[in-house]
């Protein structure tokens, strides 16, 4: 087999846990001079992409704007990167009516946040955003109006992008070219579509809870209530599902409650615990039944040309898992041309992979992965089955050993065919974060250097 073509190197994970590493990943596929892709999931209907969702249908894209906008290289001494970073990475007011205000301020290019940016730039972006303005006043209805709080400018412009386009991929690579990302770095969404995709998780208990923004934050709704309809506090799915129907928005009549109200406001921190573990997910359409999505053919080609996958920190079954469980990616991880399959594990526990009574161990993380890839090939065998296949989805564990982390039982991850690598990390505002140095470093220890890999080679041949 050709070695230089399996050189790349796939990153799956979120938006904000991920966005820290980026330099860590940036460094090694310098070191490698090879392609680096982030594969990102497109189920989130939280915060201002629930408003886009419920108006414009589509994808969540929160996260995949968060990655494009992180990825902008030099902004730091690049005064018109360091303003596009900021007019993509900016959110309007919390209050809606001032939110309007300063929306249409940087529609018309009155906004100071222009101020940087080159005239012939700052009229192609602003040709998207009056292209999603248009649309949103065509969609107004006495029912529905958009709600501006709060919503994200980088997310109006990949929606007004696909909208135009008629092609997710077509708009990210509209925001990556303004980004000047280098075209061997690519943010690849999990799916290719103009669709929404749900999720929904299976509890120990029997629990399930519909929609992402559930599983790993969830909030009051903004929207209408089940006592704003009743009056009382008893609750009837059926009149408020009728109640939804007379909204005239982008879901289709009879969609599930749960996936048709905003959810502007949530917090990511002071959660309550899950009643009981996550033992699956699943994507459903707007009704509630399971589908099976196919991933991405971009995605999967790029596992097939890459030597070293990692599994980045960040919500285990909202991040990544989401991305595991679509058809074609088990059996393109599963390829024998990765190597590296890098678990980097997170730092602490959090509601997703709790409950704090009960939280995940680091085998547990792997076992997920493991069930993730086996299920999106069709196979639900019971985990015990699954035992010597491990080492088809992960080899390596890097790990930081703190009281709040995930417990690592080596001798058991060993037994798996798993290789455990410790790093030290650095307190941040109380919570313990991996040092970048010292990632970087295991991580070249497990995937290697340029040099470190013919250096290999030539030891093998002797």
């Given amino acids: 087999m050709d070695s230089s073509r399996h050189r790349g190197m796939v990153v799956f994970g979120g938006g904000t846990a991920t966005n820290s590493l980026v330099d860590v990943f940036e460094n090694i596929r310098e070191s490698r001079n090879c392609s680096l892709s982030y594969v990102i999931p497109i189920s989130d209907n939280g915060g201002s992409s629930s408003e886009l ?10 996260d995949v704007r968060s990655r494009l ?14 303003s596009i970073k900021a007019l993509f990475n900016y959110r309007l007011s919390s209050d809606p009516l001032q939110a309007r205000l300063q929306w249409l301020d940087i529609v018309e290019g ?14 192609l972006i602003r040709s998207v955003f009056n292209h999603v303005n248009l649309e949103i006043v065509k969609r107004a209805r006495p029912s529905s109006v958009f709600n501006f709080a709060k919503a994200s400018i980088g997310n109006l412009f990949l ?65 209408l209530t089940d006592d704003d309809l009743l009056g009382n506090g008893n609750n009837n799915a059926l009149l408020e599902m009728e109640e939804h129907d007379r909204i005239e928005d982008a879901t289709l009549p009879g969609s599930l409650p749960m996936l048709r109200k905003q959810y502007i406001n949530f917090s990511k921190a002071d959660e309550e615990d899950l009643p009981a ?19 991405n053919p971009k995605v999967l080609e790029a596992i097939r040309h890459a030597g070293a996958v990692i599994y980045s920190i960040g919500s285990l079954y909202t991040s990544i898992v989401p991305s595991l469980v679509l058809r074609g990616v088990g059996a393109a991880l599963a390829n024998s041309g990765v190597r590296y ?23 547990d993380f792997v076992k997920a992965i493991v069930q993730a890839a086996a299920e999106s090939q069709g196979d639900f065998s019971i985990d015990e089955k699954r035992k010597g296949e491990v080492k088809k989805y992960v080899t390596h564990l890097i790990y930081i050993e703190d009281v709040g982390a995930p417990k690592v039982n080596k001798d058991e991850l060993a037994a798996l065919g798993i ?20 990632l970087e470093r295991a991580l070249e220890a497990v995937i290697g250097k340029p040099e470190m890999l013919r250096s290999r080679r030539n030891t093998s041949g002797q």
């Avoid at 969702?53 to 894209?61: A, K, L, T």
């Avoid at 001494?77 to 360091?82: K, P």
């Avoid at 990390?425 to 313990?432: A, H, I, K, P, W």
């Fill in 53 to 62: 969702i419920r108006v414009f249908g589509g994808p969540g894209i929160g």
């Fill in 69 to 82: 906008v992180r990825l902008i290289p030099g902004s730091e001494a690049d005064a018109e990167r360091a």
């Fill in 110 to 123: 009155r906004d100071e946040l222009w101020a940087k940016i080159s005239s012939e730039k700052r009229e």
């Fill in 159 to 223: 929606t007004g992008g696909r909208v135009f386009t008629g092609s997710l991929e077509s708009a990210i690579y509209l925001l990556s070219t303004i980004c000047c990302i280098p075209p061997t770095v690519s943010a690849l969404p999990a799916i290719n579509t103009n669709f929404t995709h749900h999720i929904s998780a299976g509890l120990a208990n029997g629990t399930q809870i519909t929609g992402q923004n559930s599983i790993s934050h969830p909030s009051a709704p903004t929207s």
């Fill in 277 to 295: 573990r996550i033992e699956r997910i699943w994507y459903i359409n707007p009704y509630g039944h399971e589908i099976w999505p196919l991933a």
């Fill in 341 to 363: 399959k890098v678990l980097i594990l997170n730092s602490t526990i959090d509601r997703e992979t709790g409950p704090s009574s009960a939280p995940l161990t680091a085998t």
């Fill in 419 to 438: 290789d455990c690598i410790r790093v030290y990390g650095r307190r941040v505002e109380g919570m313990m974060r991996y040092d970048e140095a010292g």
